[in-house]
Structures are given as C-alpha cells and as structure tokens.
C-alpha cells in the first residue's frame, strides 16, 4: 500500500507521529493509501516555514 509524505520546506518528509489516516478511491471505496498525520513537532516546523515566506508572498505582484 502507498503510503504518502509530508511536503514542509519544499521537500517530502516522512512522518514520524507513527498515526496514519486512510486515503479513500472515491470511486471505489477502497483504502488506496495512507497519510502520516503530523505531529506537534512537524506542525510547528510547517507553521514557522510559512511564517518565514508570508512577507515574501506579501510583495509578489507590487511595484517597487
């Protein structure tokens, strides 16, 4: 069975919580895959990455 990453940091990473969820065909039924469902130290990383780019999306798109 496939089992998905996380995407934090632009790069795909492994979980570590060891708690995974089903990922579902929708035409099926059938469990196709499973998803790492993070932990508190992996959510604290992928919030401070955002945190880090927010003011460079912030100024896509303005004139200097």
């Given at each position: 069975?496939?089992?998905?990453?996380?995407?934090?940091?632009?790069?795909?990473?492994?979980?570590?919580?060891?708690?995974?969820?089903?990922v579902y065909n929708p035409a099926t039924g059938e469990?196709?895959?499973?998803?790492?469902?993070?932990?508190?130290?992996?959510?604290?990383?992928?919030?401070?990455?955002?945190?880090?780019?927010?003011?460079?999306y912030g100024q896509i798109g303005r004139s200097p």
């Open positions: 069975m496939q089992e998905l990453t996380h995407y934090i940091g632009g790069e795909h990473v492994k979980g570590t919580s060891g708690r995974f969820a089903d469990v196709q895959a499973k998803v790492p469902l993070a932990s508190a130290d992996e959510m604290a990383k992928a919030v401070e990455i955002c945190r880090s780019a927010k003011p460079q």
